[in-house]
């Protein structure tokens, strides 16, 4: 049903009461408030949607306390459901002709590598790839900020685009972290540090691991990442 200029302000009132701030839980329970709305509203037919909200829906939920639990829970429903997702997307490239694709590129890193015999490209390729998913995230994360922004709906953040951009942000860490104890472990270990600078095949691993993220990374984006407002 199509809400008056006043119920709408009602519902976002509540929702904002409830401290929900994200996309995902305020549009979904917007839809549950307006669709119990429109169903008691067929017994009740001078009900109005401030007193549906406060003397139904909530005691419904148990209180305002039990509302937020169901929250809370679908909060970890969504930031699970990312990380599964781009666990499964990872794990493609090893199933079915992707795995050929893996294959190739992994030879071709490292036929690269034998023949160059120069660390500067293994390590230029390396930190692209970690690079280019966390400049995607920040330039699409602005994006739905304006859309917000422009829009204002009443919620300021999209929990998917959030847990994208913070994973992005744990890989560049962990990259500089492992950067830093190859560097370390390069002068302490003779054996590292002919097989770091000396081995291609262990050259081309590390840069297929690299365009592996990457790939995962750039694929979930391309999915599940929102820069722009779909409802309001």
């Not at 008056?4 to 979904?28: A, G, N, R």
């Not at 008691?40 to 949607?49: Q, Y």
């Not at 959030?162 to 890989?171: D, F, N, V």
């Not at 190859?182 to 840069?207: C, H, K, R």
Request: hydrophobic share 45%.
């Amino acid at each position: 049903m199509k809400l008056t200029v006043e119920q709408h302000e009602q519902v976002v009132f509540y929702l904002q009461h409830l401290d929900i701030d994200s996309q995902e839980l305020f549009e979904e329970f917007y839809d549950h408030i307006v669709c119990s709305y429109e169903a008691r509203l067929k017994n009740e037919t001078e009900l109005d949607m401030k007193s549906h909200i406060w003397q139904h829906l909530q005691p419904e939920f148990g209180g305002v306390g039990e509302f937020k639990k169901v929250i809370k829970k679908h909060e970890r429903a969504i930031g699970w459901s990312v990380s599964k997702r781009i666990i499964t997307t990872g794990l493609l490239a090893f199933k079915g002709k992707n795995l050929v694709y893996s294959i190739a590129i992994f030879l071709a890193a490292w036929g690269l590598m034998a023949t160059a015999k120069n660390l500067t490209i293994m390590t230029g390729l390396i930190i692209a790839c970690f690079c280019l998913p966390i400049i995607i995230a920040i330039t699409k994360n602005y994006q739905f900020k304006k859309s917000v922004r422009e829009n204002q709906p009443g919620y300021y953040r999209n929990m998917r685009n959030s847990s994208m951009l913070l994973i992005c942000t744990l890989g560049i860490y962990l990259l500089y972290n492992f950067g830093r104890l190859i560097y370390q472990s390069l002068d302490n270990y003779v054996g590292f540090n002919q097989l770091y600078t000396e081995v291609p095949l262990f050259q081309a691993t590390l840069i297929v691991l690299a365009i592996l993220y990457c790939y995962t990374m750039l694929t979930v984006m391309q999915e599940d990442f929102k820069t722009k407002l779909l409802t309001t």
